[in-house]
């Protein structure tokens, strides 16, 4: 049984491998970017829960363009509508660029930008996911999800790091530059990629048209499958009660100190835990009870990020300031490790239970809780601060999260149970 994260996809597949490599450069930089803006907020506002209004201007345009975005996919050319989705995000990038050299101190600004970039990802997202069933083999998915995660985690570990050096280095429009530069990696590997139209399908759904009734046809099929139901239910309940990023410049610039390396810091190691939960991510695809492991992980995430508010409380009494920042970064990487297990593992039942001609719709819903989830759990963790401080928010938040998912497991004894032998959508 392999141990080692299996590169098998990219070994036999050059679109994949383009596609791979493209993106991974994109996702640095957007995670520099993430991070910069988050600085670039609290900078201008000294505020935590301004730092959370980020997470509000994202969320509408991830839930309006990701699930329209995903019924696109589903009926244009994927390889098109992704290729134009990831232009809007260059033009973004560059417009974050322009407003930081420009010395822009208006945060509205920052926030239509957030708007604008979440919009164009929320398009694109569902396109570039749906494009992998139809490059790869069906028992290659799992490896590529796993490579996936792996770079994803990567990013997060690079892109917060340069960006806590660049803007301690250069400023904020250092960062927001070189964010410009590699997002056109993926627009590489967009361009190199063959024409991907969509598969003719008996199904009556194929046939309609984008819009609302093609979006609630992909509505309507998930709520015909509670095991896949229950991965998107499970994913907000973390991100939702859990969320610690909102928490991480306060924790930079008072709790721990170190400014916007430990911010960069705190973000790289939740990434570095998931590159080491992925290095030896082989034995995943032998997994049977998937879903089981998607509750236990996320259980593992909830305990993560309540140790993660004790450090904060610590920091400065119990604990000295370098003494708690240890330990909170080794919470962090628990809390990564557990993600991103739970993450293979949610992405794979998707992919299995759901046929072409929806998936791209599906896969818009996956990105709305993926990328949106945590921006509402932003919201909710600013505005909790406001009544129990920074490390109360984490400590109760994780507590509740592991809470809830056991609740779930109560009222979805078939989500414990399922087989990826035999699967039951």
């Known amino acids: 049984m392999p141990l080692l994260l299996d590169l098998t996809p990219l070994r036999v597949s050059p679109e994949y491998r383009r596609l791979y490599a493209g993106f991974t450069f994109s996702n640095i930089g957007s995670q520099m970017a993430t991070v910069t803006i988050g600085l670039q907020v609290y900078d ?3 505020s935590t829960a301004a730092v959370g209004l980020v997470g509000l201007f994202a969320l509408v345009p991830l839930v309006g363009l990701g699930l329209y975005g995903g019924s696109l996919a589903d009926h244009h050319d994927r390889r098109v509508v992704a290729l134009a989705a990831q232009s809007a995000s260059w033009l973004t990038s560059a417009l974050c660029a322009l407003q930081a050299f420009a010395g822009n101190t208006n945060v509205w600004v920052l926030y239509a ?13 569902p396109s570039r996911t749906s494009i992998y069933p139809r490059i790869l083999e069906t028992r290659l998915l799992p490896a590529a999800n796993a490579l996936s995660v792996f770079a994803m985690n990567a990013s997060l570990t690079v892109g917060p790091l340069l960006a806590g050096f660049l803007v301690d280095w250069g400023g904020f429009r250092t960062a927001y530059a070189l964010d410009a530069v590699v997002t056109t990696a993926a627009l590489w590997g967009l361009w190199r990629l063959r024409s991907l139209p969509p598969e003719p399908h008996g199904d009556a759904s194929a046939a309609t048209r984008p819009g609302l009734r093609s979006v609630l046809d992909g509505f309507r099929f998930l709520g015909t499958r509670p095991n896949v139901r229950m991965t998107f ?3 907000i309940v973390a991100m939702l009660l859990a969320q610690p990023r909102v928490l991480f410049p306060a924790a930079g610039a008072v709790i721990f100190g170190g400014g916007a390396k430990t911010v960069g810091a705190l973000s790289a190691a939740a990434a570095v835990g998931g590159i080491v939960a992925m ?3 082989g034995r995943l695809g032998h997994v049977r009870r998937q879903g089981a492991a998607i509750l236990v992980s996320i259980v593992g995430w909830g305990c993560a ?5 004790v450090a904060m409380l610590a920091s400065g009494g119990t604990l000295t300031q370098e003494q708690a920042l240890w330990a909170g970064l080794g919470c962090m ?4 490790a557990s993600d991103s297990v739970s993450a293979v593992f949610r992405t794979t039942i998707l992919q299995a239970a759901t046929p072409d001609h929806l998936r791209g719709r599906l896969q818009g819903v996956f990105i ?4 949106g989830g945590p921006r509402l759990g932003e919201l909710a963790g600013g505005l909790a601060t406001k009544v129990l401080g920074e490390g109360r928010t984490a400590v109760v938040g994780g507590l509740l999260c592991v809470a809830a ?3 779930l497991a109560r009222l979805q004894p078939g989500f414990v149970r399922y087989d990826s032998h035999h699967p039951t959508p």
Request: glycine residues 14%; proline residues 0%.
């Open 333 to 336: 990487a628990v809390a990564g």
């Open 368 to 371: 709305v809780v993926v990328a």
């Open 44 to 46: 201008l506002t000294r």
């Open 113 to 125: 930008l957030v708007a604008m970039w979440n919009g164009s990802f929320a398009v694109a997202s």
């Open 305 to 309: 990020i309540a140790g993660f508010g």
């Open 405 to 407: 998912i056991g609740v």
């Open 233 to 235: 239910v499970a994913d």
């Open 279 to 281: 290095a030896f991510s």
